[in-house]
Every structure is written in C-alpha cells, then in structure tokens.
C-alpha cells in the first residue's frame, strides 16, 4: 500500500512539473515516455541517479543506453536496474517505472549536465538533476 501511495506522489508530481516547469526542462523527441529525475547519489564507482519514467499504461519501450552529457564530456552508463538495456519492458498500470542508473561518473554532478536516453524510437533528453 505504502508503495502505491508513493507511485500516486510521482504522478501527482509529474503532472505538476509537466504543468509548471519551463519548456527547456525536458527535451523529448519520443512522445513515448517522460523523465523525471530524483535523487543523484555518490557510490564506489562514481554517481548512480534514480529516475522516474512516465509513459502510458500497457505500452511498451526500450532503452538501448543512456548517455550522461556535461559540456563536452559524455559518460555512457554502465549498469541499470529496474530495466535491461537493449530489452523491451511495458509501463504496468501506473505508467511509472523506476530505474537506477550508473555512471562512472566522478565530482559533483553539475545543475547543467543532462541525460540522454536513446531508444528504438529515437533520443529523450532530460536534466540530470533536480
């Protein structure tokens, strides 16, 4: 029950940012999915980020790789759980399917960085952090 309480939270807040966020928050050229991005945190290897997807219910995506972008570095990221890369996954009743994504990625983590998810459908560009 806790858990879907915090699901009904995510959507709550997705359409709230979806509403008052500025345009240049998310860039997305497949209308198949939204990011939003929740919480970075440092690990051994680097910095690993927790993603919520928003898509809509009973469809289904797939995410080849994701590309963590700071200026003129792009760091791939190496391990992925809620998903697999390269494998199709459905967004279950919700719509909402968290990931955690790891990149060997080391410092602070600048506001300006960016992530970028390439599918099948094409590239999905979203903030890195909040």
Same mark, same amino acid.
């Given at each position: 029950?806790?858990?879907?309480?915090?699901?009904?939270?995510?959507? $709550?807040? %997705?359409?709230? *940012?979806?509403?008052?966020?500025?345009?240049?928050?998310?860039?997305?050229? /497949?209308? +198949?999915?939204? &990011?939003?991005?929740?919480?970075?945190?440092?690990?051994?290897?680097?910095?690993?980020?927790?993603?919520?997807?928003?898509?809509?219910?009973?469809?289904?995506?797939?995410?080849?790789?994701?590309?963590?972008?700071?200026?003129?570095?792009? $760091?791939? %990221?190496?391990? *992925?759980?809620?998903?697999?890369?390269?494998?199709?996954?459905?967004?279950? /009743?919700? +719509?909402?399917? &968290?990931?955690?994504?790891?990149?060997?990625?080391?410092?602070?983590?600048?506001?300006?960085?960016?992530?970028?998810?390439?599918?099948?459908?094409?590239?999905?560009?979203?903030?890195?952090?909040?």
């Amino acid at each position: 029950m806790k858990i879907l309480k915090s699901i009904k939270n995510i959507l $709550v807040a %997705a359409l709230f *940012i979806g509403a008052t966020a500025p345009a240049t928050a998310q860039t997305t050229t /497949d209308p +198949g999915f939204n &990011v939003i991005t929740d919480k970075v945190a440092a690990t051994d290897e680097g910095i690993r980020v927790t993603l919520c997807l928003v898509g809509i219910p009973s469809t289904s995506q797939r995410i080849d790789g994701i590309d963590l972008v700071d200026g003129q570095t792009v $760091v791939p %990221a190496n391990d *992925i759980d809620g998903v697999d890369f390269k494998r199709y996954f459905q967004f279950e /009743d919700t +719509g909402v399917q &968290v990931i955690e994504v790891d990149f060997p990625f080391k410092g602070q983590l600048p506001k300006t960085a960016s992530l970028i998810f390439h599918t099948e459908k094409g590239d999905v560009k979203t903030a890195a952090r909040q």
